[in-house]
């Protein structure tokens, strides 16, 4: 069984800053890419930013050079830190792991539940 738990959402001012953890735990063999996903009132769930196994990242346009993606393998840990964050960051902050070895060869895909962020004043 395998867990993602994400942890660090709050309310934030505009301009404020919050780091995003992600936890896997559980039966695994290899974590390979991490991403972070967000959906905010009445949007459809979106790619907030992804990192690979070896390193290379990805970005929303909306949050390049605001947003930050990292991970700690030894950790199984995958980290997202948000600055300058704007009220249209607003959203519910979704872990995801899209091919996660559970075993050798053998992937699946697992969602976090979720942390909620807010930026208002």
């Known amino acids: 069984q395998v867990q993602l738990v994400e942890s660090g959402g709050g309310l934030v001012q505009p301009g404020g800053s919050l780091r995003l953890s992600c936890a896997a735990s559980g039966s695994i063999f290899r974590l390979n890419a991490m991403g972070w996903y967000r959906q905010g009132p009445g949007k459809q769930r979106e790619l907030v930013a992804v990192?690979?196994?070896?390193?290379?990242?990805n970005y929303a346009d909306s949050v390049k050079g605001r947003f930050t993606i990292s991970r700690d393998n030894a950790q199984n840990t995958v980290y997202l830190q948000m600055n300058s964050l704007k009220p249209e960051d607003t959203a519910v902050y979704y872990c995801n792991a899209p091919d996660l070895e559970v075993v050798a060869g053998s992937t699946f895909g697992y969602w976090g539940q979720g942390t909620q962020v807010t930026v208002s004043s």
């Open positions: 990192i690979r196994s070896g390193g290379s990242t």
